[in-house]
């Protein structure tokens, strides 16, 4: 498997011991291997799958416990999987209520991954879950001057370095991304208004109503 930039998005395993301490080096590792693969959209779901999975086992199973982090691809999916010696603990999905501290781990999961399960072996536990891409952009219905325009200001903030970029990225903005980049044109835009001793709130007004008519037009 292949990200954007032809690099091999081979499985890793990674063997540790279930402590709480452990799990912000979990999501750090996490972050730099979907940085090598070309997956920075999966970043935030899957150290979030990954945290609730190893918690899961620190709360049922035990502090301690010798434990396996592997990752890989099953086609498009990210697949995370979590091992651990015990088959008789088996996570469960539960409705917890809004006062409740604890039983919330699985329905997170449950919540953000595309699908999970557990497979009981001879020796092990595994619980997994996966994660679907992002849809990657849309390309636009029709052209004209203001798609051009708004497609070079893009340009501009996808050459900008942030903090949740990483090396290897992909080459297109996911749809996500996009709408980040699109909100930090319009907040860098009011604060040069501001800067300018314009009034924020009609400039808004005033392009709003430019939007109106213009999307009024037939294409």
Not at 60 to 88: C, F, K, Q, W, Y
Not at 170 to 199: K, M, P, T, Y
């Amino acid at each position: 498997m292949y990200n954007a930039t032809g690099r091999p998005r081979k499985p890793w395993t990674l063997p540790f011991v279930a402590q709480a301490e452990e799990v912000a080096a979990l999501r750090r590792v996490m972050r730099l291997h979907l940085g090598i693969w070309g997956m920075p959209d999966l970043v935030e779901a899957a150290q979030l799958c990954v945290t609730e999975l190893v918690s899961n086992v620190i709360t049922h199973v035990g502090a301690g416990t010798p434990t396996t982090l592997v990752v890989a691809m099953n086609g498009s999916h990210l697949r995370i999987e979590v091992h651990d010696p015990d088959t008789r603990a088996l996570p469960t999905l539960l409705q917890a209520g809004v006062d409740c501290e604890g039983g919330r781990g699985m329905a997170l999961v449950e919540a953000t991954a595309a699908r999970w399960g557990v497979e009981l072996c001879a020796d092990r536990k595994v619980t997994w879950c996966e994660l679907a891409p992002e849809p990657a952009l849309s390309a636009p219905t029709h052209d004209g001057p203001s798609l051009s325009r708004a497609e070079g200001l893009l340009d501009l903030y996808r050459a900008e370095p942030t903090s949740r970029e990483v090396s290897g990225g992909v080459n297109r903005l996911s749809l996500a991304h996009a709408e980040e980049a699109v909100i930090d044109i319009i907040a860098d835009l009011l604060h040069w208004l501001q800067a300018h001793g314009r009034d924020v709130d009609e400039m808004l007004d005033r392009a709003q109503a430019h939007f109106e008519a213009e999307a009024d037009v037939p294409a």
